[in-house]
């Protein structure tokens, strides 16, 4: 007996896990806190107290198991009642009652996160369990060295649970067609609203049902009665769900709404704020206006070439007949991207629910590369170019490591990457604890910092920080170390248009000292420092 043989699955499992874990732990820790981790993980917290109407647009299924560890750390929570808004009530619960665990708070939710990422490997190894040895290492190994699982394990936003459920729902609903019955529907039901309460994305899913149901009836042709029957145990499970889960809601707040009514109200307010146009950049341009090339050119140049190879390539077979592709593996991947293309172009993340699906069908096709035999081209061994892809997508996640966030694939230089993409493509704050390690190395005394976006500065790590100036505008000044990230010069000025004077600077069009990460550029000016009585310009903006 070998690690190879069919008892020895479960090994290949576990290995994979400490793989994957093995990239993400230590990044939970190195990494400085982001851009939306506080608010998530404040309006988790404070579900527990039956808070489900702030910040209701984003459903609180991830947030509040993320935040569950916090209700066990002892923290202070007495933040003044007339503190409604959420970034308030965040700043405040972070900064002003916990300031010193705020990383300890972060990095809590960030285990919690982990735990839905190593379980998405372990649906994965569900779903291709009887197949061929090839096609479960190749998903496990696809999956423990995909950049963007590896960004999204690590941090504490409710991108990676939803995926999490979307594709746990998908499978659960495909295993109720297999063996029809009220139990199954009404499970797949229940699965589904909690899909549903993680991010109001999963939506999708009915009509993905409804595709599946269909095309089982075609080949089927169940009993319609039994059909009805289904249906209505499916739909009264996701009540459940959703009623369970903004059930505190009912029970804590004042007015004592029905649980449906409260996730009725975050869904029309999720609606309004899509409606807002949020600033966003593609390709040098940046506007509040989507792009309907978005997301697929993110998908293009944020996934490694030979997943995309593999991809395409198990696409394009199934296409034309030369292996089979079952309906619900390839049909709930592409309806889902179809339903993100008009959503707000904000970073890959977006795209999570449908990795899961890809991965299964480009470890297929590594199968299919495994056992065939080339007619035309005999010299080349199917074995080895399995070998060879497997290694060149390991391979590029590892050189790009440990920066997941700002990964792109082998076909996008480095000094490219910020004219393609920005924002949570590239930088959301996690790169603010390695620049302060770099001004503490360097000795940097004047520092002069611009900064968009993130959830900490230099600051909160003890290096003193300063905003830049009208004078620094117009020229750097001696004795100064000028900071900046990326995200500033980008889409900085559509939030504030008084920073366009920084983004256009001199700053914009000089060779910087140094860089750290993807996200950030300084200038190192020499010289003594002198006295600078010119206006501020509040260019730090971050939370």
Known sequence: MTLFSPKFLWFWF?????????????????????????????????????????????????????????????????????????????????????KDRVEAMVQAGRWVTLAFGLGIGLLLFYAVRGKSFIVVFSSLFLWAFHPTFLAYSGIALADLPAAFFFFLVVLAFEAHLKEPGPRGAFIAGLLGGMAICSKFSALALVPIFAALEAWNFYRARPARQKL????????????????????????????????????LAGLRHMTAYSGLHHPTYFCGLASRDNHWLYFPATFLLKDTLPFLVLLFLGLAL???????????????????FACILPVQNLGIRYLLPAFPFFILIAAGTLGWLWEIRWERLPNINGKWVVVGLL?????????????????????????????????????????????????????WKHIKLAQFGGAVNLSFYGVPVEPWSEKDTEAPQPGTVYVANVTFFQIGPLFFPDLIRIARCWAARTPPTGQVGDAWIYFEEPGETKPDRSPRIQSIRSF
């Open 14 to 98: 576990l290995f994979f896990s400490l793989v994957l874990a093995a990239q993400v732990v230590p990044r939970i820790y190195e990494e400085s806190p982001t851009s939306d981790e506080p608010v998530e993980l404040t309006n988790g917290y404070f579900y527990w107290q039956g808070d489900v109407v702030t910040h209701n647009h984003h459903p609180p299924l991830p947030k509040m198991l993320q935040a569950l560890p916090l209700r066990f750390m002892g923290l202070n929570n007495a933040v003044p009642p007339q503190i409604t808004d959420i970034q308030s009530k965040a700043y405040y619960f972070f900064f002003i009652l916990n």
């Open 228 to 263: 009805i029957r289904d249906w209505a145990a499916g739909i009264i499970g996701s009540l459940l769900a959703i009623g369970v889960l903004y059930l505190p809601g009912t029970l804590l707040l004042p007015e004592h709404l029905l649980p449906w009514s409260y996730f």
């Open 318 to 336: 199934a296409i034309l007949r030369r292996r089979p592709l079952p309906f619900w593996l390839w049909f709930s991947p592409l309806f889902f």
């Open 391 to 443: 290694a060149w997508h390991a391979g590029t996640t590892l050189w790009n490591a440990p920066d997941m966030i700002g990964y792109f694939n082998d076909g996008v230089p480095a000094a490219r990457k910020a004219y393609y993409l920005a924002d949570n493509d590239l930088d959301i704050g996690q790169d603010v604890k390695r620049l302060a390690e770099v001004a503490k190395q360097r000795g």
